[in-house]
T-cell receptor, first 111, second 114 residues
Framework: ELKVEQNPLFLSMQEGKNYTIYCNYS?????LYWYRQDPGKSLESLFV?????AVKQEGRLMASLDTKARLSTLHITAAVHDLSATYFC???????????FGKGTKLTVNP | DADVTQTPRNRITKTGKRIMLECSQT?????MYWYRQDPGLGLRLIYY???????NKGEISDGYSVSRQAQAKFSLSLESAIPNQTALYFC?????????????FGDGTRLSIL
């Protein structure tokens, strides 16, 4: 059974600082996704990572995937308040097209 | 207009009532999914459908049923609602033809069962 663990679950950081969110998963997978959710809103797709060593960047966010370690990271560079949200990683279960989600990381960026 | 539309957006009802949540999409995707979100638990899959004739149980299907009326419509029913089904419910779609195939989510239905 695929399990997905994110840490930390809560992250409070100052504007301008850097930090990394980690996503570990328990079984082999070909696809890993990062989503953003603002309070009371839907989930927005941020990144899709499909292969070992994949790196995607959008603005101050960069996601990477190490399939051998079963680990993905979401790195935040020089955080700004607008990045405050909950971030989820989701892993596809063995080519099934079903996703297993982590519990999410609630990020708060303080001035 | 939203590509994935959920109705209603909010619903308050009483224990024992039958509830239907509806999802429609204009993306032309074959795959449709129902999730529930509870605080601190992430999203959990209730049911999914790969086409009109292919419906499958997810991780937490007990107490729920679904109907895929057409490629674009996928409904979730709670036959006899109970308070622990209070949650935020999301419908999602995906296109199996793409290699990336991210799931696209509706705006959610907030359901409260008293």
């Amino acid at each position: 059974e695929l399990k997905v663990e994110q840490n930390p679950l809560f992250l409070s950081m100052q504007e301008g600082k850097n930090y990394t969110i980690y996503c570990n998963y328990s079984t082999t997978s070909d696809r890993l996704y990062w989503y953003r959710q603002d309070p009371g809103k839907s989930l927005e797709s941020l990144f899709v990572l499909l292969s070992n060593g994949a790196v995607k960047q959008e603005g101050r966010l960069m996601a990477s995937l190490d399939t051998k370690a079963r680990l993905s990271t979401l790195h935040i560079t020089a955080a700004v308040h607008d990045l405050s949200a909950t971030y989820f990683c989701a892993v596809e279960q063995g080519g099934s097209e079903k996703l297993v989600f982590g519990k999410g990381t609630k990020l708060t960026v303080n001035p | 207009d939203a590509d994935v539309t959920q109705t209603p957006r909010n619903r308050i009802t009483k224990t024992g009532k039958r509830i239907m949540l509806e999802c429609s999409q204009t993306k032309g995707h074959d795959r449709m999914y129902w999730y529930r979100q509870d605080p601190g638990l992430g999203l959990r899959l209730i049911y999914y459908s790969f086409d009109v004739k292919d419906i499958n149980k997810g991780e937490i299907s007990d107490g729920y049923s679904v109907s895929r009326q057409a490629q674009a419509k996928f409904s979730l029913s709670l036959e006899s609602a109970i308070p622990n089904q209070t949650a935020l419910y999301f419908c999602a779609t995906s296109d199996f033809r793409g290699r990336a195939r991210p799931q696209h989510f509706g705006d959610g239905t907030r359901l409260s069962i008293l």
